[in-house]
């Protein structure tokens, strides 16, 4: 992890990152995905993952997830190539953009 910057904030980016030690355990983390970059705050973190699975593989993943685990759907945007979805879990804020990349697509997933 690279030094602390002036307000608390962590930020890590290489071939395989570690999570913060400190991430929440209740986000869905998809499973054929490897951590490639990392950031915490103090507003919270902030997480890409790499797949080599297509847009649609991912994105339905993170629906039947949120479905199973309750969580309350915030707002959806849906592109060609990028989709992002939004939701409330226990007071907070998550939302998971899925981009659709060359060989796999970027999974990014904020916390607040």
Same mark, same amino acid.
């Given at each position: #992890?690279?030094?602390?910057? *002036?307000d608390?904030? +962590?930020y890590?980016a #290489?071939?395989?990152?570690?999570?913060p030690?400190?991430f929440?355990g +209740? $986000?869905?983390l &998809?499973?054929?995905?490897?951590n490639i970059? @990392?950031?915490k705050?103090d507003?919270?973190? @902030? /997480?890409t993952?790499?797949?080599p +699975?297509?847009?649609?593989k991912?994105v339905? +993943?993170?629906?039947e &997830?949120a479905e199973?685990? =309750?969580? =309350?759907? *915030?707002?959806?945007? *849906?592109? @060609?190539n990028?989709?992002?979805?939004? &939701?409330? /879990?226990?007071?907070? $804020?998550?939302a998971?953009q899925v981009?659709q990349k =060359?060989?796999?697509c970027? $999974?990014? $997933? @904020?916390t607040?």
């Amino acid at each position: #992890m690279a030094p602390a910057l *002036e307000d608390n904030t +962590d930020y890590a980016a #290489m071939e395989a990152v570690k999570l913060p030690k400190d991430f929440p355990g +209740d $986000i869905h983390l &998809y499973a054929n995905a490897r951590n490639i970059k @990392s950031f915490k705050s103090d507003k919270g973190f @902030s /997480v890409t993952l790499f797949t080599p +699975d297509t847009l649609e593989k991912v994105v339905a +993943d993170y629906r039947e &997830y949120a479905e199973l685990a =309750q969580w =309350q759907d *915030e707002k959806v945007l *849906e592109l @060609s190539n990028k989709t992002v979805l939004k &939701y409330k /879990v226990d007071g907070r $804020i998550l939302a998971v953009q899925v981009a659709q990349k =060359q060989g796999g697509c970027l $999974i990014t $997933i @904020s916390t607040k």
